[in-house]
């Protein structure tokens, strides 16, 4: 089973930047995409990212594009997510998934607080 952990959390204030870490450990590592998701109290779970971990190839929600950009060490079984230009409506818990081709995101892990203040 896979394990995933994410980092790199924290309070910021508008207009600034923070860098989101997910290492996976446990198995061997192949997924055919990571994403990033994000969770805001009372709200549903949103799709942020994903990348391909072969190709590289990238998809983001509208919101961030622009702003956002993700990334991958794939000697590290590490994906990453830089976010600049933060905005207070970005707060929210982050956590980064695995997928293979045709199902649905099938591992998790426990997020980390993003807290971005006006």
């Known amino acids: 089973q896979v394990q995933l952990v994410e980092s790199g959390g924290g309070l910021v204030q508008t207009g600034g930047s923070l860098r989101l870490s997910c290492a996976a450990s446990?198995?061997?590592?192949?997924?055919?995409?990571m994403g990033w998701f994000r969770q805001a109290p009372g709200k549903e779970r949103q799709f942020v990212a994903s990348?391909?971990?072969?190709?590289?190839?990238?998809v983001y929600e509208d919101s961030v594009k622009g702003r956002f950009t993700i990334s991958k060490e794939n000697a590290k079984d590490t994906v990453y997510l830089q976010m600049n230009s933060l905005k207070p409506e970005d707060t929210a818990v982050y956590f980064c998934?695995?997928?293979?081709?045709?199902?649905?995101?099938?591992?998790w892990g426990q997020g980390t607080q993003v807290t971005v203040s006006s």
């Open positions: 998934a695995t997928r293979e081709a045709f199902s649905g995101y099938n591992a």
């Open positions: 446990g198995r061997t590592f192949s997924p055919y995409a």
């Open positions: 990348i391909t971990w072969s190709g590289g190839n990238s």
